[in-house]
Nanobody
Framework: QVQLVESGGGLVQAGGSLRLPCAAS????????MGWYRQAPGKHRELVAT???????NYAEFVKGRFTISRGNAKNTMSLQMNSLKPEDTAIYYC???????????????WGQGPQVTVSS
């Protein structure tokens, strides 16, 4: 059974920093990509940042220059370093791990429970 374990959420003042680690256990495969998504109250879930197994990163425009995603040395681990946090970054942040299962690009996604990040003004 694959499980994603997240940590690092909490309350921080505007301008502060938080780091969100995520580790996926229970899979004999290396996930092709891992990423963070977030959902604020009343809004849809949105992409924050992703990183592939090869280290290629992708960021939402609203976090470029402030957040950095990176793979860990251990298999199926990664973290999101969030700097210069703003009140509008307040949301539940979800870790996702994706494995592509065939040449057509079909994939299986696994989601974590999601730590709360609250940024006060």
């Amino acid at each position: 059974q694959v499980q994603l374990v997240e940590s690092g959420g909490g309350l921080v003042q505007a301008g502060g920093s938080l780091r969100l680690p995520c580790a996926a256990s229970g899979s004999r495969f290396t996930f092709d990509s891992m990423g963070w998504y977030r959902q604020a109250p009343g809004k849809h879930r949105e992409l924050v940042a992703t990183v592939t197994s090869g280290g290629t990163t992708n960021y939402a425009e609203f976090v470029k220059g402030r957040f950095t995603i990176s793979r860990g040395n251990a298999k199926n681990t990664m973290s999101l370093q969030m700097n210069s946090l703003k009140p509008e970054d307040t949301a539940i942040y979800y870790c996702k791990a994706r494995r592509v299962v065939n040449v057509e690009g079909a994939a299986v996604d696994r989601w974590g429970q999601g730590p709360q990040v609250t940024v006060s003004s």
